[in-house]
């Protein structure tokens, strides 16, 4: 999955550092991230970038540091770049982020959506929400907090589950309505405020196709930063009719798939191509 990164880590404590030459520099600019590279991915270094922007006469934007994967430092550059044909003449590209998911090496789109969710927390937290002032930094730990009315902003991940719904031989397999994303998927949702994981499950399952779930089994949870989740993975069987009621707001395709005719996970990425692949695996060895 996203995560597994061989024997790397990721270090997140935070640490309020300045990045040095070698550091990566996470730049983004609407829906899009700067590289230096597409295949392999690879992404443009500070001793680069600030030579990049002496060139262009423009002041190095000021950095946060992100985290560490192994030996290598990440750092957000705080200001959002334009230009792109100013950064395209010098050799580097912007790239969508919903493209780069199916790129090599896999360390590298996990540093990028990890990337993603901070730089989406700090663009959209630079104001108080409570009294409106502009939020500083912290120098202890990632927080934002406002000198004015004293309020505290953390990182935010929303939860969300995925369900493998069963049926004997069979998993509920879903395609979404109106998305980029045309692949098979399984159910998932949010999890409202005051409710459990095993709630969403049922309540998602619910919604989308009005079947009622027995027998709900945690599997394994994934960080998602594409999207700012954390993804929770359930199995659970069909309790009673199997008859599916599909919500056509949501979904476009909803049906039992048979596990021999269950996809190959092309890139080893996704909790739910994972749990998909174990469901047809459990049954072809069981
Ligand atoms: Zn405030």
């Avoid at 505290?152 to 995925?162: G, Q, S, T, Y």
């Avoid at 919604?207 to 659970?236: A, H, M, T």
């Avoid at 269950?262 to 060895?285: H, K, V, W, Y």
């Amino acid at each position: 999955m996203i995560q597994d990164i061989g024997d790397k880590r990721l270090a997140n404590e935070f640490h309020a550092k300045s990045p040095s030459s070698g550091s990566i520099i996470m730049m983004f600019s609407g829906e899009e991230i700067l590289l230096k590279n597409k295949t392999p991915l690879e992404f443009p270094l500070y001793l680069d970038l600030r030579s990049q922007f002496e060139k262009m006469g423009r002041s190095f934007p000021a950095c946060v540091f992100l985290f560490s994967i192994g030996e290598d430092d990440y750092f957000l550059a705080c200001q959002s770049e334009s230009g792109r044909a100013e950064w395209e003449r010098a050799g580097y590209l912007f790239s969508r982020m919903f493209g780069i998911r199916s790129l090599i090496p896999k360390e590298r789109v996990f540093a990028a959506s990890t990337a993603w969710h901070l730089y989406c927390w700090y663009r959209d937290h630079q104001f108080c929400g409570r009294c409106g002032r502009e939020l500083e930094h912290g120098v202890k730990q990632r927080v934002l907090h406002c000198s004015i009315c004293g309020n505290m902003v953390f990182p935010k991940i929303a939860p969300a589950v995925i369900v493998g719904v069963t049926c004997g031989d069979k998993i509920l397999m879903t395609k979404y309505a109106g998305r980029e994303y045309k692949k098979y998927a399984l159910i998932a949702g949010f999890t409202e405020i005051g409710e459990t994981a095993e709630q969403t499950v049922e309540r998602e399952v619910y919604e989308e196709v009005g079947l009622r779930v027995k027998n709900i089994r945690y599997y394994k949870s994934q960080p998602w930063g594409f999207d700012e989740n954390l993804l929770l993975g359930f199995f659970c069987e069909a309790d009673g009719q199997s008859e599916i009621h599909m919500d056509q707001e949501e979904l476009a395709v909803a049906e039992w798939v048979p596990y021999d005719q269950i996809p190959d996970d092309e890139n080893g990425l996704s909790l739910t191509a994972e749990m998909m692949t174990c469901f047809r695996d459990s049954r072809q060895n069981g």
